[in-house]
Structures are given as C-alpha cells and as structure tokens.
C-alpha cells in the first residue's frame, strides 16, 4: 500500500505531485476522509499540479466543478456529499463523466461505492494527533 504523509500547508504542492505519480495512468480518484480531513485542499494541490487555469473550488452544491488545464485538458471534480439517492448521480450523467477518459476526483464516494469503475483509485485521508494528513491508497 502506498502512503504519503502531508505534514502541513507547504508540503501540498509536492504531495499532489506523488498523488499524480502514484496514480500515473488511472484517471479516477475517490478520495475518502472525515469532514475536514482536507479532501478539497488535496483536489484543488492536485488540479493546481495538473494546470488548472480555473479557480478551484469545493463542488458540494453544485455536484460537479469543470476546470480546464493550461493544455486544454478537462478535469472534474464531484462531490457526493448532498446524494441522497443513486438516481440522482445517474440523473447528472455521471458514466459520462467516468468514460471521459479525463480526471475524476470524487469527495464523498462511498455513497455511491458500488457504481465506481473498477480502475478508481481510492485514496483514504486520515489526520494524526499532529493534524498531519496521512493518505493511503488502498
């Protein structure tokens, strides 16, 4: 299992980094942690790494941010968080987004584990008692 350890703010960018590195090649992220374990700063030090020109924000009332790279690639960011019942994912076109071929990061899937393609990379945030954020992929 690989594992990074974020020690603070400044250590973001080069932990987005190994987040690519890790993943090189799987283009959905599900990224599992607590409220406030640092999902959203994690996705945002991501797309930042990956060029994003748009201003990355938490999608949790509007279920899915787009942003574009420097190189015109999309990428997606989803929030579960506010799913109340699976339809409501399959409402929104969320295979299409799946078969994009582009980056998917998603917060909160576990409410819709079973419909997540069988290449997502699950990425589980915890925080020790040093508010450092250890990520395990699992």
């Known amino acids: 299992m690989q594992r990074i350890i974020i ?3 400044k250590h973001l960018p080069g932990a987005a980094h190994k987040i690519i590195q890790n993943t090189r090649g799987k283009r959905i992220l599900a990224f599992y942690g607590s409220m406030g374990a640092g999902k959203t700063t994690i996705i945002k030090a991501v797309c930042n790494a990956l060029g994003a020109e748009d201003m990355v924000s938490s999608p949790t009332f509007t279920l899915v941010n787009e942003y574009r790279t420097r190189t015109g690639e999309m990428l997606y960011h989803i929030d579960f968080y506010r799913i109340r019942k699976k339809e409501e994912v399959f409402d929104f076109g ?13 917060e909160w899937p576990e409410l819709v584990e079973d419909i997540l393609p069988p290449e997502t990379v699950r990425i589980r945030i915890t925080v020790d008692s040093d508010e450092q954020r250890i990520l395990d992929f699992v």
Do not use: H, K, P, V
Not at 94 to 106: D, H
């Open 94 to 106: 969320i295979e299409e987004y799946f078969e994009s071929g582009a980056y998917c990061f998603l």
């Open 7 to 9: 020690r603070d703010r």
